[in-house]
């Protein structure tokens, strides 16, 4: 997979204005478009799409320093078909028009080129099994939420909070098959996994109960990657999380497929400053 993404930069490298074509790349080297760009996000700590963007940006703007070519040619050498996007695309990344950085030599905030690595320390343990399971009926309370990367999220916390007792205590009694207890889904994210963008949180549990008035995600049968980690809540589990992709994933015959990624608490502190979790990551052979 470190060979792959780095063919990817070396792809992005050769002409940063043409137009990626993510899916073609991922399936000539024999892997999947989904685990591309998770891997990308969870490495890089952006998704694809933003690295281009800055990429481009970042040569556009050695262009209009060190070239004549008025704005349209620049605007068109980076992909772009008209000067108001261009500059739209120019001023997010560097602060300033286009125009602006020509007459006076910036501000510019260039992207260099990535690169990736793979250090092998074994300094992270990773408990871990592989777990096949039918198909899952996810029942519980769901809304939209902005995608936090660090840290708990506010907007879950508020949302869990403002359910009543009532409602967990009936969802624990509506779980009937693992992953047991009262769970954690994240669905619908955002391919590059941007931060602020949206996904769909579901507090629930998994069940084959009828629950008309309860949201509900099916999942299709499959494999399940399974991690425990345990310590302060949610850094140990963000840590458990990053270690996927630059320890477990890396060394191992298998890669993320499409579907909700799952924590189940196993354990926690009575005010949730620690706990023990399982973090469900859908999987299928590399």
């Known amino acids: 997979?470190?060979?792959?993404?780095?063919?990817?930069?070396?792809?992005?490298?050769?002409?940063?204005?043409?137009?990626?074509?993510?899916?073609?790349?991922?399936?000539?080297?024999?892997?999947?478009?989904?685990?591309?760009?998770?891997?990308?996000?969870?490495?890089?700590?952006?998704?694809?799409?933003?690295y281009v963007r800055r990429r481009r940006m970042t040569v556009a703007a050695t262009a209009l320093l060190t070239t004549d070519a008025d704005l349209l040619t620049v605007a068109v050498a980076h992909g772009y078909g008209s000067t108001e996007a261009f500059n739209r695309a120019f001023r997010s990344v560097h602060g300033a028009s286009p125009a602006d950085v020509r007459r006076d030599g910036g501000p510019v905030r260039p992207q260099a080129p990535l690169r990736f690595r793979l250090t092998v320390e074994g300094t992270t343990p990773m408990h871990t099994r592989i777990v096949d399971l039918p198909a899952l009926r996810l029942v519980g309370h769901s809304t939209r939420v902005p995608l936090v990367h660090q840290g708990a999220n506010p907007h879950i916390q508020s949302f869990v909070a403002s359910l009543p007792a009532s409602a967990h205590q009936r969802l624990k009694e509506l779980n009937d098959a693992e992953?047991?207890?009262?769970?954690?889904?994240?669905?619908?994210?955002?391919?590059?996994?941007?931060?602020?963008?949206?996904?769909?949180?579901?507090?629930?549990?998994?069940?084959?109960?009828?629950?008309?008035?309860?949201?509900?995600?099916?999942?299709?049968?499959?494999?399940?990657?399974?991690?425990?980690?345990?310590?302060?809540?949610?850094?140990?589990?963000?840590?458990?999380?990053?270690?996927?992709?630059?320890?477990?994933?890396?060394?191992?015959?298998?890669?993320?497929?499409?579907g909700p990624e799952i924590v189940a608490v196993l354990e926690r502190a009575e005010d949730f400053s620690t706990a023990t979790c399982e973090l469900w990551l859908p999987v299928e052979p590399d």
């Open 1 to 50: 997979m470190i060979g792959d993404l780095n063919n990817l930069l070396d792809e992005i490298e050769a002409d940063p204005g043409a137009e990626l074509d993510v899916a073609g790349f991922a399936a000539r080297r024999g892997t999947t478009e989904y685990h591309l760009r998770r891997m990308f996000a969870a490495l890089a700590g952006t998704g694809i799409s933003e």
């Open 179 to 258: 992953p047991a207890g009262l769970l954690q889904v994240s669905t619908d994210l955002d391919p590059d996994r941007t931060e602020g963008s949206e996904l769909t949180y579901l507090h629930g549990v998994v069940s084959s109960a009828e629950a008309d008035d309860l949201d509900t995600i099916d999942v299709p049968q499959g494999t399940w990657a399974v991690f425990r980690s345990s310590g302060a809540y949610p850094d140990a589990l963000q840590s458990t999380w990053a270690a996927t992709a630059t320890e477990w994933f890396p060394a191992q015959p298998w890669r993320l497929r499409p």
